[in-house]
């Protein structure tokens, strides 16, 4: 079965195939084998005890000592949503929570991947990172303070732009 998500920030279409042992997960990356037993996860060679909270078509991921944030899309709304400018310029908050890092100030150039923020939501910490290679233009929170779901976090300028 095809699907269209969203994990952590960046689309992915994917396709969920059944096997005798659980599922093949095919993605522009490859293909990997997974299963789900008893609340261990396993994904080709690693596996790992696994916390999954949902809200809607979205899941909450805590596996191997990281968290994640997995959302089905519709295709269709998918492409639209791409044709808007500026969505990846805001990093939002994936989940309600509080800053517990700040990793990240006005002015600083950063690289896809960089960690801006920890933040804290069901007692989990989780690192905020850069999208995309760019220049923090604002960070909108402060370390302690509390946030709700979708709240704008980072803003990122592109590289070059006054940089």
Not at 70 to 80: G, N, P, T
Not at 96 to 119: F, H, K, N, R, Y
Not at 123 to 133: F, P, Q, V
Request: net charge negative.
């Amino acid at each position: 079965m095809r699907h269209c998500i969203e994990l952590d920030g960046h689309d992915h279409l994917i396709w969920l195939s059944r096997t005798a042992d659980g599922y093949i997960l095919r993605f522009d990356g490859g293909d990997v084998a997974i299963s789900l037993d008893n609340g261990l996860l396993r994904a080709g060679d690693s596996q790992g005890p696994v916390h999954i909270a949902g809200q809607g078509d979205r899941l909450f991921i805590h596996w191997n000592g990281e968290s994640h944030e997995l959302l089905f899309k519709d295709a269709v709304l998918r492409h639209a949503a791409g044709a808007a400018s500026g969505s990846e310029d805001t990093v939002r908050a994936p989940m309600p929570g509080a800053v517990v890092g700040v990793s990240s100030e006005a002015g600083q150039t950063v690289m896809e991947g960089d960690i801006l923020l920890v933040i804290e939501s069901m007692k989990l910490e989780t690192a905020i990172r850069a999208s995309r290679d760019g220049v923090v233009e604002a960070v909108h929170v402060t370390l302690s303070q509390s946030f709700e779901r979708d709240a704008p976090l980072v803003t990122l300028a592109p590289l070059g732009e006054d940089a």
